[in-house]
């Protein structure tokens, strides 16, 4: 499933440049993949606009037979998927493969739920007149999907798209191509007809970027990444009007009650701050413990944190692997400093490991404050940040005061409290009493600056149709 060319209209084909594929954990070279750049682009969306026609007027249960062929070779080749993916983006292995079912889970659900594309007849305003909607795809799909998940956030985009009726074209992350091809070599062998899936690579990623999003051929633009990036790209679909889903950064509260089960708010709270070595846009990003039990959150963290095995991605029993590349790291060093400079305490970790140049120790940060960069923007890297509060009120406050809004995460035992603080929280997605929540069965997307649209659910099948509503004259 190796694969170094991109996938354009059921062909592999090579380019003029190619860019280097390196494992992030030691810099090897893995491969290099041809350079598709914005020509890719342009062939990818006149391929993916030609197979439109066909295969949105397949029935469902054609699409769905294929759909679920391609599950199952995903599945059945998951080792070898969750190889590629750890080597690619550092990862541990079996951490990639929890990807890669992860990943697996939205082609099988989306294939089943496209079956049930309902229309509707409407109770009609007229005696002289009938009223349905039918649902029909909206047509060519461009998708840009970032590297710290280099399997799921294709298929969450690309498995309900292709259920729905619509074709798709997509630039993975250049940190992450491999897993991306490796996906359309099954598609091939699941029958996918050509042009219906492609991918290009490039490392120009504004100019393939400019043709996903202004090419009238496409009729709807998905994207995972950065706030700051798609902030630039609605901008850029504005220009034809393309429907858009943006699943966007995080700076999510993990609020820890008084009243809290306390192994189930450290299991919770380590699951979700060092899966990926941080890098995931759910990640917590500001602790908030209640002062009356913080000293003992904090020495549990700690604890567990000390049992964390680094290494590579293919070490057995490593726990988490490398950042994918050295600015990212450079990046969390600068937060720890400038947290430090304020007045935080480092419990542990706090600076580079000796493993390689792009690994950072697991860190616990107390006595941080809303007012310092850790707490305002993004960390996505292995730094757990904690701060005290006294009351309900006070944190719901703190909590929403970011122009971010995915993921919130509320431990508390009292399931009033738990209800009441739900309700409070501006956010897209709640967790509480656990770390692990995205499945392929519920949306999954973000209020405020944090996107638009859903993936995952009834929800994520619906980004991909439009109603069409129909009068009839009697
Ligand atoms: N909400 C979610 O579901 C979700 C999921 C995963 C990651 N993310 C977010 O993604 C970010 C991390 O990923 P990243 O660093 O790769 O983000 P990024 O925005 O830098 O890159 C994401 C993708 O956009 C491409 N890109 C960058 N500049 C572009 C341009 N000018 N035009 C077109 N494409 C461009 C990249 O090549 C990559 O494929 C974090 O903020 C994280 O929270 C969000
Ligand atoms: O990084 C974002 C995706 C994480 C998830 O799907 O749980």
New binding site residues.
Partial sequence: MLKFQNYIDGEWHDAADTVDVRDPANGELLGSVADGGAAGAEAAVAAASAAFPAWSRCTAGERATVLKRWYQLIVDNSDDLALILSLEQGKPVAEAKGEILYGASFIEWFAEECRRAYGQTIPTHNAAMRLNTIRQPVGVVSC??????PNA?ITRKAGPALAAGCTVVI????ETPLSALALCQLAEEAGLPKGTINVVIGSD??G??KVLTQDPRVAKFTF????A?GK??MSQCASTVKKMSM????NAPFIVFDDADMDTAISACMATKFRNAGQV?VATNRIYVHESVHDEFVEKLRAQVAGLKIGHATEAGVTMGPMIYRRAVDRVQELVQDAVAAGAKIEIGGEQLANGENYFAPTVLTGVMDTMRIAQE?I?GPLAAVQKFSDEDEVIRRANETPYG?AAYVMSENIRRANRVVEALDYGMIACNTGVFSTAVAP?G?VKE??IGREGGVEGMAEFYETKYACFGV
């Fill in positions: 840009i999907t970032p590297w710290n998940f956030m630039k993975p992350a250049l990623a504004a393939i970027g995972t990444g950065s706030t990036v630039l790209l699943e966007l950064g995080g846009c993004e996505f995915l999954f973000g944090s996107g």
